[in-house]
């Protein structure tokens, strides 16, 4: 009964994981708002984190004990900001002021630009290390609490993630759990064709953390693989994901990087998510 029980959860999860996907299309048409394919193809793992992983308050987020969640690649905004709608951590009709002028919602998040935004990730290959400083602090602190970030395979280009991941094995830091959502494509082309990326589980294993690969859309994959290390070591999640998720003419198509949908594909898409 128990694992029946669960699999109905999973199963109302992904659901919900498509109903946001809905929503990110159609507000991707109607407020121009770009990264449509970065964004669906991050929504599971999103969902997983937020409704079954993570310690939070969507009523207070700023209690020191909620577990921190940080969108290193910060061109995925658009998904963060309507899993918190969707979550409660404010009303989901706010995202109709979605490219509005005063609206707090942008191509990239802002710090505390909503509730449960933590800084400005526009700039690519920060998030790792601002994490990191925020772990070893409630460590020092003996705040017991848990620290994810999620990153783009294009993003791990970035120097400054390989010198955060051996901070984080040096000091033992297995508070936090990264996420690579490994669609595969970056801004210019196939990720491991920019950047010789595989084997990418081993690299970050040879770092010191312990590295786990998974299907990045299969939610009972995920939500295991999210669970925080019990080997002393920080924890990478290698998700294999699919750019533009869920939608079949979009998917594993790098056009869907700044592409905007028409009325008519929104139509299309929304027939298949829901």
Not at 7 to 13: F, G, H, I, P, T
Not at 183 to 193: D, L, V
Not at 213 to 224: A, L, R, S
């Amino acid at each position: 009964m128990n694992s029946y029980n669960e699999s109905v959860e999973l199963a109302e999860l992904q659901k919900t994981a498509n109903q946001i996907r809905a929503n990110m299309v159609e507000t991707s048409q109607r407020c121009h708002v770009p990264h449509l394919g970065s964004c669906l193809s991050c929504v599971d793992i999103l969902v997983g984190l937020y409704w079954k992983v993570m310690n939070i308050d969507p009523l207070y987020p700023k209690k020191a004990e909620n577990d921190t969640f940080i969108l290193s690649k910060g061109h995925g905004a658009h998904a963060l900001f309507t899993v918190l709608a969707y979550r409660g951590y404010y009303k989901k009709e706010l995202l109709n002021d979605y490219g509005k002028t005063g609206s707090p919602f942008g191509e990239h998040p802002s710090p505390d630009c909503v509730p449960g935004v933590e800084i400005a990730t526009g700039s690519l290959g920060h998030g790792l290390s601002f994490a990191l400083g925020q772990a070893l602090a409630a460590r020092i602190q003996k705040i017991n609490k848990k620290f994810f970030v999620l990153l783009g395979d294009g993003e791990i280009n970035e120097g400054s993630v390989w010198e955060a991941a051996l901070f984080a094995a040096a000091n033992k830091l297995d508070n936090v759990v990264a996420v690579v959502d490994f669609n595969k494509w970056q801004a210019t082309g196939r990720s491991c064709e920019v950047m010789a990326l595989q084997p990418l589980a081993d690299k970050w294993a040879a770092f010191g953390w312990e590295a786990v690969e998974i299907n990045g859309h299969d939610m009972q994959e995920v939500v295991n693989a999210l669970k925080p290390s019990v080997s002393g070591r920080p924890k990478i999640v290698i998700a294999n994901t699919i750019k533009a998720k869920g939608v079949s003419f979009m998917e594993d198509d790098n056009n869907w990087h700044y592409r905007i949908p028409s009325p008519e594909e929104v139509i299309l898409a929304k027939q298949e998510l829901l």
